[in-house]
């Protein structure tokens, strides 16, 4: 039996900042593959510099894309660094700065309507999971981004249901970022992908595995 993974975001799930074979989309993969028993195909759908937005248009428009949603067992979804880096920068510290508000708002507007979107496509589809990685702070110098990023994860818990699951990575990152962000002091060295895992793991595998390890997929 073989598993569907298909990775959708930024640049964290093509893995710009680690090694090769380091991001934590391939990490991942062997985590599901050691607790779902069976190989695990990956689809790397991930796009330097993606905003909400711009994930919202592939979703919605790319028919290719929307075939591989139908077929995916696991889905991870990584979107809103740069939504976030965008508008932090234009507020320059401005809490109150409309830039930043509105970002957020259209951010999660789009989130949700992704989410909303691969429901659809997968009305009918046999058990899967998403799971959304959360926003640690690539600006850990700003309050504003450290409010953004706050506010983003704790949107992205109200998704929590049988199949969804997010991994807020704030706490995760914060006072680390020396070891766990790349020199670029924006993406995850090999070492932050590796706890980017650690979190998603913590998620668990439900509905695809039940308790004891047994494989529940239907054919």
């Not at 799930?13 to 391939?26: Q, Y």
């Not at 510290?93 to 429901?119: A, D």
């Amino acid at each position: 039996m073989v598993y569907r993974y298909l990775a959708l975001g930024d640049s964290l799930t093509v893995g710009i900042g680690a090694l090769f074979g380091s991001g934590f989309v391939p990490l991942y993969r062997k985590r599901l593959e050691n607790h779902l028993g069976s190989m695990v195909l990956v689809s790397n759908r991930g796009v330097n510099g993606l905003t909400s937005q711009g994930l919202l248009s592939m979703v919605k428009y790319n028919e290719h894309l929307r075939h591989l949603i139908k077929e995916a067992d696991v889905i991870t979804i990584s979107i809103g660094g740069n939504d976030l880096i965008r508008a932090a920068r234009s507020a320059k510290g401005n809490l109150l700065s409309p830039v930043l508000i509105e970002t957020l708002e259209s951010c999660e507007k789009h989130v949700s309507e992704i989410i909303s979107q691969i429901r659809q496509l997968k009305k009918k589809s046999r058990p899967y999971f998403i799971r959304l990685v959360g926003l640690y702070n690539p600006l850990p110098q700003s309050e504003a981004a450290y409010l953004f990023v706050k506010q983003y994860n704790e949107f992205l818990m109200g998704f929590t249901s049988k199949n969804i699951a997010a991994a807020p990575l704030l706490h995760a990152f914060q006072g680390r970022e020396r070891e766990q962000l790349f020199i670029d002091h924006v993406h995850p060295s090999s070492k932050g992908y590796r706890v980017i895992v650690d979190q998603l793991t913590r998620l668990g595998f439900e509905p695809l595995i039940s308790i004891g390890n047994v494989n529940v997929r239907r054919k």
